[in-house]
């Protein structure tokens, strides 16, 4: 099991979900390499692209983030992404761990509109992760 009872990991959770913030992703990493304790990394304001330059090859890492896309040219949304991060050089033992521990972190990251599995940095490109947001999201009128 994961240990992701540090209730700033929630805090930065409800930060991101909230409008009344500029802060829209979270990282969270693993106290060490031996450690099943999950601790915030990092939190920003400059969206996908900020948060894929805090990944690191060498690391498994949980990030959630708030994505805002136009749907057509009257409205704005905002869905929530969860991202498992397994980088491509990432130790085998903690790759083995990753499916055991994504559940406890639902626990904690509960809301999400789609998960996006990364293992390299072009997964986390806007462009493809807005359209299944599009596809997940039910009404679209733009034919996507």
Same mark, same amino acid.
């Given at each position: 099991m994961a240990d992701v009872? /540090?209730?700033?990991i929630n805090e930065a959770y409800l930060d991101v979900r909230s409008d009344k913030s500029d802060t829209n992703w979270l990282l969270l990493d693993y106290q060490s390499d031996r450690s099943d304790k999950l601790v915030l990394t990092k939190t920003g304001t400059g969206g996908l692209s900020e948060l894929r330059e805090n990944l690191e090859d060498t690391k498994a890492s949980y990030a959630y983030a708030r994505v805002t896309y136009s749907n057509d040219k009257e409205s704005k949304r905002e869905k929530f992404v969860l991202i498992i991060w397994i980088?491509? /050089?990432c130790k085998v033992m903690r790759k083995a761990k990753i499916? *055991?521990?994504t559940a406890d972190v639902k626990n904690v990251l509960r809301v999400y509109a789609i998960? *996006?599995?990364a293992r390299e940095e072009d997964d986390l490109n806007e462009d493809p992760i807005v359209t299944k947001l599009r596809k997940a999201g039910g009404a679209s009128? /733009?034919? *996507?």
């Amino acid at each position: 099991m994961a240990d992701v009872t /540090d209730p700033i990991i929630n805090e930065a959770y409800l930060d991101v979900r909230s409008d009344k913030s500029d802060t829209n992703w979270l990282l969270l990493d693993y106290q060490s390499d031996r450690s099943d304790k999950l601790v915030l990394t990092k939190t920003g304001t400059g969206g996908l692209s900020e948060l894929r330059e805090n990944l690191e090859d060498t690391k498994a890492s949980y990030a959630y983030a708030r994505v805002t896309y136009s749907n057509d040219k009257e409205s704005k949304r905002e869905k929530f992404v969860l991202i498992i991060w397994i980088g491509p /050089d990432c130790k085998v033992m903690r790759k083995a761990k990753i499916s *055991v521990h994504t559940a406890d972190v639902k626990n904690v990251l509960r809301v999400y509109a789609i998960e *996006v599995a990364a293992r390299e940095e072009d997964d986390l490109n806007e462009d493809p992760i807005v359209t299944k947001l599009r596809k997940a999201g039910g009404a679209s009128y /733009d034919g *996507v």
